[in-house]
C-alpha cells in the first residue's frame, strides 16, 4: 500500500518544519511521541545546518532526499541555502529558500500520498506557515499551526529590523498566514491573547511545549561541575535576546562571593564576545563550557544548586516561554529567573524558585546570593515543587496525547474551515 494510503483508522500527519532531525529541536521528540499516541508521520523539512552553519555530514544542501529516521517514519528534505555564518543575508536566503523549495519540490516529493491533517512546527520566521498554506490547496489537508514565535513582534525585539513600514508589512503577511489556517496553537498563554485578534475566525488554543523524555543511564558522560561550590548554570543559545550582558555583569558583582560558580552551556552570536569579557575583566566565577548533546544537559543539572534563565527587557519576549523552562522544571533545582512577563510568574505560581526584572543585574547578583543562603531544605522545597508543576503541565506523553486530539478535531472540521469542534474559549 502506498504511504499515505493507510487504512488502519490511525491519523495520517504531514509534519511541515524548517528546523529538524539531527538539528537539536523539540520537535522530534513531539513527532515520536505522536507517532506513539496513535498518528503515522511524514516529515517535511530541509537539510539541516543548524546551530553551526554547515550542512551536516551525510546531507547535500541542493538535494531531493528521502530517508527513514531510525525510528521508522519518512523525512523528505528539500533543497536550502545553508545557515553559514549567521549574518542577515544569509539567514534571510535561509528561510526563504525552504519556503520556496517546500512549496515547489515538496510537492513534488509528496506527490499522490494523501494527509488528513498538517502539524507545521512554526519557529522564526513565521513565513514557513505558507508552505503549509500550499499544501491546505493541493492535498486538501487542514493546517494547524504551532506558534513558537509571534511576528513581526519577535523580529522587533531582535533589534534588526526597526522600520515601521516593514515591520507593518510583516504583520500584514503574518495575518493572512493566520487566517488561511484551520487551527492555531500557541506555545504560551501570552501569545493566545495577542493571537485571537490576528486570527479572525481560526480557533486558537494554547498547547505548551512539552518536556523532555529522562535519557537512558549512562546514554551521554557530562562533564563534572566544579565541587564544593554553590554551581548555577544556564543552558541553551548564547544570543542576544539572552541578555548575556547581563550575566556578564551579575558575575562581575559576585566576586565577593567566591563559592558562587556560574557556568553557561550552549553556543551563540554572544559566545565570542562572553570569553572577551572574561578574560579582559578577569571573571573567574562565569565559565562558558560549550554545546552538549541534549541528553547530556540533565546530567548537568543534577549537579548544580540552581537554574539561571535570562532574556532582554522586552514587551515582546514577556509573552513568550522558553523552551528550556520545561526541562529545568524536570530536573527538579530551584529556578533562577530574569525575565518578565509569562515565564516568571509560572515560577511564583509553582513556587520553583526566584524571579528578578530582566536585564537587572544587581537583582540577578542579589537572588543569587540570597538563593545560596537560604537553608538546603528551602531549595529543596523549590525542586520539588518545580518537579510537580512539571508532572502536572508538561508531561511528554500526556501532552501528545492531547495535540492528538486537537489534530483529529481540526482533520473532523474539514476544509474550508469552519468554527465546528474548537472553540475560542479561555485558554486550557
Known amino acids: 500500500m502506498p504511504e499515505g494510503e493507510r487504512n488502519d483508522g490511525r491519523l495520517r500527519v504531514l509534519l511541515i518544519s524548517h528546523y529538524y532531525w539531527p538539528e ?32 551536516f555530514e551525510g546531507y547535500q544542501a541542493h538535494r531531493l532526499q528521502h ?25 534571510v536566503l535561509n528561510y526563504m529558500s525552504f519556503v520556496v523549495s517546500g512549496i515547489v519540490f515538496g510537492a513534488w516529493l509528496l506527490r499522490g500520498q494523501r494527509f488528513d491533517v498538517q502539524f507545521n512546527y512554526t ?30 513582534q519577535a523580529l522587533q525585539a531582535t533589534g534588526f529590523v526597526k522600520s515601521p513600514a516593514i515591520l507593518a508589512t510583516v504583520g500584514w503577511i503574518t495575518r493572512r498566514l493566520y ?27 494554547f498547547f505548551p511545549n512539552p518536556g523532555e523524555h529522562p535519557p537512558a543511564p549512562g546514554a551521554v558522560q557530562a562533564p ?23 550575566v556578564v555583569a551579575a558575575a562581575r558583582l559576585l566576586r565577593d562571593e567566591p563559592d558562587v ?33 541534549p541528553e547530556a544537559m540533565p546530567q548537568i543539572y543534577a ?25 529545568y522544571l524536570a530536573a527538579g533545582i530551584p529556578l533562577l529567573v530574569a525575565v518578565n512577563g509569562e515565564a516568571a510568574e509560572l515560577v511564583v505560581e509553582a513556587g520553583a ?36 508543576y512539571f508532572d502536572k503541565n508538561y508531561r511528554p506523553e500526556q501532552l501528545a496525547e492531547t495535540l492528538l486530539v486537537l489534530l483529529k478535531t481540526a482533520a473532523d472540521c474539514g476544509w474550508p474551515p469552519d468554527d465546528v469542534g474548537l472553540k475560542q474559549g479561555d485558554a486550557k
Open 123 to 152: 519557529t522564526t520566521p513565521a513565513f514557513q506557515g505558507f508552505v503549509g498554506v500550499w499544501f491546505r490547496l493541493i492535498k486538501r489537508a487542514p493546517l494547524v499551526l504551532w506558534i513558537q514565535d509571534i511576528w513581526p
Open 261 to 293: 560558580q556560574i557556568t553557561l552551556f550552549g553556543s551563540g552570536a554572544m559566545q565570542d564576545w562572553i570569553a572577551a569579557q572574561i578574560a579582559e575583566h578577569d571573571i573567574a566565577n562565569l565559565a562558558l563550557a560549550g554545546r552538549l548533546p
Open 24 to 55: 537539536p529541536f523539540r520537535i522530534n521528540q513531539v513527532t515520536e511521541d505522536l507517532i506513539a499516541a496513535g498518528a503515522d508521520v511524514t516529515v517535511l523539512t530541509g537539510h539541516p545546518s543548524y546551530p553551526g552553519g554547515k550542512v
Open 224 to 246: 563534572v561541575l566544579p565541587a564544593n561550590k554553590f554551581n548555577v548554570v544556564f543552558g541553551g543559545n548564547l544570543g542576544t535576546l539572552q541578555a548575556m550582558e547581563t
Open 67 to 91: 530517508e527513514r529516521h531510525p525510528a521508522g517514519y519518512s523525512i523528505y528534505r528539500v533543497p536550502v541555502v545553508p545557515r553559514g555564518d549567521g549574518r542577515a543575508l544569509r539567514l
Open 303 to 327: 549537579q548544580c544548586q540552581a537554574l539561571l534563565l535570562t532574556l532582554v527587557d522586552s514587551p515582546d519576549l514577556a509573552q513568550t516561554v522558553p523552551s528550556k523552562f520545561q526541562s
Open 179 to 205: 487566517r488561511w489556517s484551520d487551527l492555531i496553537l500557541c506555545q504560551s498563554r501570552a501569545f493566545v491573547t495577542m493571537l485571537r485578534p490576528e486570527a479572525g475566525r481560526v480557533p486558537v488554543r
Open 353 to 388: 524558585g526566584m524571579a528578578v526584572p530582566a536585564e537587572d543585574a544587581a537583582a540577578l547578583a542579589d537572588a543569587i546570593r540570597e538563593l545560596k543562603r537560604r537553608p538546603a531544605e528551602q531549595r529543596s522545597a523549590m525542586g520539588l515543587a518545580a518537579q510537580r
